[in-house]
């Protein structure tokens, strides 16, 4: 089976093609470019292996939270695909794939740059399975961590989608940050094969992007009215 797999909600996205279970080709997007690039990308993969876009039988889909731009095209784009196509889909909210992705357990704050000092971000209890435990967050980290102390004893893992830019956080019995590569990717297409298995697809026409914040709207200063 051929899934194609798109992340758009991160500032640096990819897309990736995958074969019975493996990943045999991948593009990154560069940063917040997806409405430029994600649709040449996805064309350019499936020229390199030679495969037809009517070949691929299920596409995998972040849903954010983060970009607001990139959510909303990487969205649309594969609802129209599906649809199109008649394939299958799977939405994966972007933190919930973060935590899933990560190699720890316990307890795990997933949480990615937004803006204007603050992060989108969702606790996760990780054993067997992954369960979100309350809403969708866009807050400063100093409130997120705040939040975190409600979980001691447990220590409470941070991940950051970013690994190269991390805020200041005081690494104690409470709280440690988890610097380890996260394969992204797999984790998309392992979720995206198990809910395949299980006949867990979601529908074209009600998948909706995860959105906590309003869209980031900057003022332009190349046109003035005299």
């Not at 997806?34 to 390199?48: D, F, Q, T």
């Not at 876009?53 to 599906?82: D, H, Q």
């Not at 019995?173 to 984790?187: H, N, P, V």
Request: aromatic residues 12%.
């Amino acid at each position: 089976m051929l899934i194609l797999g798109m992340e758009t909600s991160l500032p640096e996205g990819f897309v990736f093609l995958a074969e019975d279970g493996k990943i045999i080709n991948y593009h990154k997007i560069p940063p917040r470019s997806s409405s430029g690039y994600l649709v040449p990308a996805v064309k350019w993969m499936l020229e390199e292996k030679n495969i037809s876009i009517n070949e691929i039988k299920a596409v995998v889909v972040t849903t954010g939270p983060g970009s607001f731009t990139g959510v909303r095209i990487g969205v649309s784009f594969a609802k129209s695909l599906s649809f199109c196509l008649n394939i299958g889909l799977i939405g994966i909210p972007t933190l919930d794939c973060i935590s899933f992705s990560a190699n720890c357990s316990g307890i795990i704050c997933s949480l990615i740059e937004g803006y204007g000092g603050c992060y989108f971000a969702a606790f996760f209890e990780k054993e067997k399975k992954l369960r979100k435990i309350g809403n969708y967050l866009f807050l400063p980290v100093k409130q997120i961590m705040s939040m975190a102390k409600k979980f001691s004893p447990q220590r409470v893992t941070f991940i950051f989608s970013n690994r190269t830019s991390f805020p200041v956080i005081n690494q104690n019995d409470e709280f440690y940050l988890y610097k380890d590569a996260i394969d992204l990717d797999r984790g998309m297409l392992k979720i995206a094969l198990k809910r395949i298995k299980n006949n867990s697809l979601d529908n074209p026409l009600t998948l909706k992007p995860v959105y906590v914040s309003p869209p980031r709207i900057k003022r332009s200063t190349r046109w003035k009215i005299q």
